[in-house]
């Protein structure tokens, strides 16, 4: 079959159409082919996760064999080197809440007040300016943040209200973990403010409300929902910083949970763990699992209850 | 009626008022942006100046030295004053140094440098530092070390009381301080410029600790043959060191020495610096094609479906996973399981899969702004659709790729909680070779040094919080000048 | 009910009650003389539960120019991207029906549908140049489609049918697609898209971006083209579809009211629907 074409010496020159439309040989292979490495591509996060799973599921399967569920989670006394042995996590948990709780105190005031400033006042241009600082900083190492809390921190806390702070503590840790999460927070809600519609002020303002109210009447109440995720996302980032508190905090669990004495959260005890010097067959190495187990699945409930927020939350607005 | 309507100034009042209430509230604002990014300036600033002080700790390393702290304590026994006496001494002189030139031996304790009494280390380094600039000697005093000073001492058991000894000068060294003052072999020292003298190292504690408070002539009280005599010792010795001080000298020394765990003077940074180098590239060349891979299948191949929003939660929520929690991962999985152990490849691989998901997340950014238009006119001639994204999806969104791509880089170079779950070593003084190595990291080694009690270690881990800003820096403004420069030509 | 007067009626309401008009109304067709490259065969398209193509049967004749008009939304530029199997793309399109190419269903398994749009080309309604070189735009679909001798006189050869040539023949490799004028990207897009040699050439609208000079040229090279390729456009605009058509499709609300030769269609129009939208009552 040729093609009906009145000029037969451009056809002549072109290489031979193809009679059918169907695919030259091996294209829909090739390109299947490479469909199939893309796919496994993204599916790498699926196996990452599986994995992830996997070997926390496993881990810690061995260790609730000898420990039971109640007593991980109902005893304060974390002693799994001195005997008696015990594996209790609740002062563990209640320190890295109340860093969590001292890091949220500072972040949150600060952060949305910083993200009412950026999204409502600041003109265009020094938002433009700002809002790259605020990346810049959400991207400095914790590590380094850790340093700050044990060099600069504490001791200026020593030096002036707090005579009798520790040299680890975790009011410091928890102190500087916030100013560490405040970019965070900071940035998340400026988003949330800034997508607000207009249409929303401008009925206020139609009212007679002045900027205040509005802001504090309309723009707030509204962005309240997608501020709540940063504060979700904010805590979750809290209770996983490691840094931090390895550096600060010390390596005793306070019980009970004291921020101007030593304290151990759960990703420091993590630390010890992996960092101590046991056996590879030791008992304690299956802790590391139900700890992390705890710390993953809590991280990851906060996470995806914030993902649902912010994504109801545009849907509404966008 | 029972509401009075308002007058018109009440209503002006009320106005004002309100007006107040949120100026009051824009203020308060601005001073919460302003303190929260004051705070982070001054703590970054302040642990730049601390960084300085490494100028200073170079110097006197090159200067052939190093220090160390020691302390004299005196118990409440011995009468005189109780406490504690720091010191510094002379821990190592570097053979062909002018320190060894000017005849400092190891075990010499220092007594002043320029004017500064020395106490501490960190005197020394203060010292160094408050010279003039341009003046690049400095003046030392030192006592020589016991040997150098008095000679071979021995202690002697005091009869009929367990735990007492007499210190007894069993030689005299030829050229010494004790030779100069006439004492002989045999002299049993008992006191050093009021403190008592009680074994054989103390005494010359006691000689360093009398000439820091009472100056270079130190009476020494001894017994003779029975008899109590005073002799004058002149410990005191004098010289003038170069100290060249150099900011750019002190942090090419930093950055090309090994790792030196006693002495933060010689304390380098190059393992840890080429440490992160290798790692950050394993990491690369693993969470690239992966990253691009995924976000390709997302962006171009994926039908809504069950599976991609699977994929899209998994990928959201995952990048903001812990670190720790990777660190668990690459230990047991990568390090144990698949026996990597505690080499480059188990880091690099580790910190693939934490960056990962921000790669994938930032590559669909990336491709997501494409126009249709691209894609369309590429299908309109006939190009299949690996065709149109190698051709042109790709290309067209590459920069806005790398963009991403290194600043996730930069979150790994800055990551130190999962290698130090995996285990990568604090003390690695050798560079490495192999993938198969063991390494440490500079976030790791700044998590070493600024645990470590010893003076100078703070300041040695300012400077490596300076390096790391300043590479991440380097790679944060590469980025925003790609992204930057691309946006214009395209848009 | 109390009947109203016409004029206070409600836009809605008058779309259902020209919605009920076309219920079971046939389409005026007068078959073209010239044989059909492209036909299609009760086509229907559904983004996702809404019906944007009702049954939709037509016969496109060779080597003539056949404008597709309709008000907005009237599923012109859809039935048009059916035609290359351009809807494959959009997330959520499903098709029935036949579109026949030269007898061949190109809805059918096993047709490529790449195959099909280099054999059916298609330029768009915005220009859209690929940021690259004049010459790499031209040359991109040869080389896909496995032209590799030749391709700069190709490219010329392209460039000139597309009537641009002697504008950018001086910087071919310099200057980016994007750097030249409105009217002479979407000549561009034109050249790509011949430089394949479709036999047929799709035309969404392609001159609503542009000015009235640049819309000349666009229309002066339609009438050039249709010695050797067989041309569809949509358009919007009736003047321009009675200056360049042979013949014309009249869609209204996914249907096909009327198709015929354009002269016809618009000066003795057998509809009355076609007969409002071209005197403007509605649209």
């Not at chain 1, 914790?142 to 209200?161: D, E, H, K, W």
């Not at chain 1, 009970?256 to 992996?274: G, K, Q, R, S, Y």
């Not at chain 2, 009626?1 to 009440?10: D, E, S, V, Y």
């Not at chain 3, 040539?165 to 897009?189: A, N, P």
């Amino acid at each position: 079959m040729t093609r009906p074409r009145s000029e037969g010496s451009r056809t002549a020159t072109s290489p031979p159409p193809s009679a059918s439309l169907r695919a030259p040989r091996g294209r829909g292979l090739k390109e299947q082919l490479i469909r199939g490495l893309f796919l496994l591509c993204g599916l790498s996060a699926v196996a990452i996760t599986l994995l992830t799973a996997w070997t926390f599921v496993q881990g810690s399967l061995l260790f609730f064999r000898e420990v039971s569920p109640a007593e991980f989670l109902g005893s304060i006394r974390w002693a799994p080197l001195t005997v008696p042995q015990s594996y209790g996590v609740l002062a563990l948990i209640a320190d890295t809440l109340v860093i969590t709780g001292i890091a949220l105190l500072v972040a949150l005031p600060l952060g949305i007040l910083s993200a009412v400033f950026l999204s409502e006042y600041a003109s265009e241009r020094a938002r433009r300016l700002l809002k790259p600082v605020l990346e810049v900083l959400a991207g400095v190492p914790t590590v380094v943040y850790g340093f700050f809390a044990l060099r600069f921190v504490t001791p200026l806390l020593q030096g002036t209200v707090l005579p009798d702070l520790g040299f680890w503590n975790g009011l410091s840790a928890g102190i500087v973990m916030g100013f560490m999460i405040l970019p965070l927070v900071a940035s998340l809600s400026e988003d949330v403010l800034y997508a607000v519609p207009r249409s929303l002020r401008e009925g206020a303002y139609a009212l007679g409300a002045t900027k205040f109210e509005v802001i504090w009447k309309v723009v707030l109440p509204a962005g309240f929902s997608g501020i709540g995720a940063a504060f979700i996302l904010a805590m979750s980032r809290a209770i996983g910083e490691t840094m931090i508190v390895a550096l600060a905090a010390g390596r005793t669990p306070a019980w009970p949970p004291d921020p101007t004495e030593p304290m151990m959260t759960l990703t420091t005890t993590i630390v010890n763990i992996a960092t101590g010097d046991h056996e590879a067959t030791a008992f304690i190495w299956s802790a590391l699992f139900a700890i992390g187990l705890l710390l993953f699945v809590t991280t990851l409930v906060l996470n995806i209850a914030s993902y649902f927020i912010v994504k109801r939350y545009r849907e509404r607005y966008e | 009626m029972g509401a009075k309507t308002k007058t018109k100034a009440a209503v002006r009042r009320g106005l004002r008022r309100r007006r107040a209430l949120g100026a009051l509230f824009a203020g308060v604002a601005l001073g919460a942006l302003l303190l929260g990014l004051l705070v982070l300036l001054v703590l970054i600033a302040t642990t730049a100046l601390q960084s300085t002080q490494l100028v200073a700790m170079r110097a006197t390393a090159d200067a052939g030295l190093s220090l160390s702290l020691r302390t004299l304590q005196l118990g409440p026994r011995g009468g005189g004053t109780a406490g504690f006496f720091p010191y510094v001494t002379v821990a190592r002189v570097a053979p062909g140094s002018p320190a060894e030139a000017l005849g400092l031996r190891r075990g010499d304790a220092l007594l002043r440098v320029g004017e500064v009494p020395v106490e501490r280390v960190s005197d020394v380094w203060r010292a160094i530092a408050a010279l003039p600039s341009g003046v690049e000697r400095a003046s030392i005093a030192w006592v020589p070390g016991r040997r150098g000073l008095l000679g071979s001492l021995r202690a002697v058991p005091v009869p009929d009381r367990p735990g007492e000894f007499r210190v007894v000068l069993s030689k005299v060294a030829p050229g010494s301080a004790a030779e100069r003052a006439g004492l002989q072999p045999g002299d049993v020292l008992v006191e050093a410029g009021g403190l008592p003298i009680t074994g054989t190292q103390q005494a010359w504690q006691a000689l360093v600790v009398a000439a820091r408070t009472q100056g270079g002539k130190v009476p020494l009280t001894i017994e003779r043959e029975g008899e109590r005599l005073t002799a004058v010792l002149d410990v005191e010795r004098r010289g003038e060191l170069p100290f060249q001080r150099s900011l750019l000298r002190a942090y090419g020394a930093f950055l090309t020495s090994l790792n030196e765990p006693r002495y933060p003077e010689h304390a380098g940074l190059a393992s840890a610096f080429l440490g992160s180098l290798y790692v950050i590239l394993v990491t690369a060349l693993v969470a690239f094609p992966l990253g691009i891979g995924a976000a390709v299948y997302l962006e171009e191949y994926a039908r809504r479906g069950v599976l991609t929003e699977i994929l899209q939660i998994l990928i959201a929520n995952l990048a903001g996973v812990p670190s720790v929690i990777y660190g668990i991962i690459g230990l047991e999985i990568l390090a144990r399981s698949l026996g990597l152990g505690r080499s480059i490849l188990a880091g690099g691989i580790t910190l693939a899969l934490l960056v990962l998901p921000i790669m994938i997340i930032a590559a669909r950014e990336a491709l997501r702004t494409v126009p249709p238009s691209v894609r369309e006119a590429a299908y309109g001639v006939g190009a299949t659709r690996w065709q149109v994204i190698r051709h042109h999806v790709l290309p067209y969104a590459l920069p806005g790729i790398f963009t991403g791509m290194i600043l996730a880089l930069s979150r790994a170079l800055g990551e130190a909680a999962p290698l130090l779950l995996l285990g990568a070593f604090l003390y690695v003084s050798y560079v490495p070779q192999s993938l198969w190595d063991s390494f440490t990291v500079i976030p790791l080694q700044i998590f070493d040094w600024a645990t470590k009690p010893q003076e100078g270690f703070a300041e040695v881990a300012a400077a490596s919080i300076v390096v790391l800003l300043v590479l991440l820096l380097l790679l944060n403004g590469t980025a925003i000048w790609l992204r930057n420069r691309y946006q214009k030509r395209w848009s | 009910m109390a009947p109203t007067p016409l004029d206070t009626r409600t836009e809605t309401e008058a779309l259902a009650q020209r919605r009920e008009e076309l219920q079971g109304l046939e389409p005026a067709v007068v078959a073209p003389s010239e044989p059909p490259v492209l036909q299609t065969r009760d086509l229907s398209i559904w983004y996702g539960s809404q019906r944007a193509l009702d049954r939709v049967t037509l016969d496109l004749p060779a080597r003539r120019v056949t404008a597709i008009i309709g008000p907005s939304g009237c599923g012109k530029s859809t039935f048009l991207r059916a035609l290359n199997r351009m809807n494959d793309l959009i997330p959520g399109v499903r098709t029935e029906g036949e579109v026949l190419f030269h007898g061949q269903n190109i809805y059918a398994k096993g047709v490529d549908p790449v195959e099909v749009r280099r054999r059916i080309g298609m330029v768009f309604q915005k220009p859209n140049p690929f940021p690259k070189s004049i010459y790499e735009n031209v040359a991109f679909g040869l080389r896909i489609n496995g032209y590799r001798d030749r391709l700069d006189e190709r490219v010329e050869e392209a460039l000139r049918r597309a009537a641009l040539w002697d504008e950018v023949k001086d910087f071919l490799h310099k200057k980016s697609g994007l750097d030249l004028s409105g009217g002479q990207q979407q000549r561009l897009c034109i050249a790509r898209a011949l430089a394949v040699q479709p036999e047929v050439l799709l035309m969404d609208e392609p001159a609503s971006a542009l000015d009235p000079i640049a819309t000349a040229r666009i229309e002066d090279l339609i009438h050039e083209l249709k010695e050797e390729v067989t041309i569809v456009i949509v358009t919007h605009n009736m003047q321009q579809a009675a200056r360049v058509s042979d013949y014309t499709a009249f869609l209204y609300l996914g249907r096909l009211v009327e198709f015929g030769p354009t002269a016809q269609l618009f000066e003795n129009p057998i509809r009355k629907q076609t007969e409002d939208y071209i005197t403007g009552k509605f649209g």
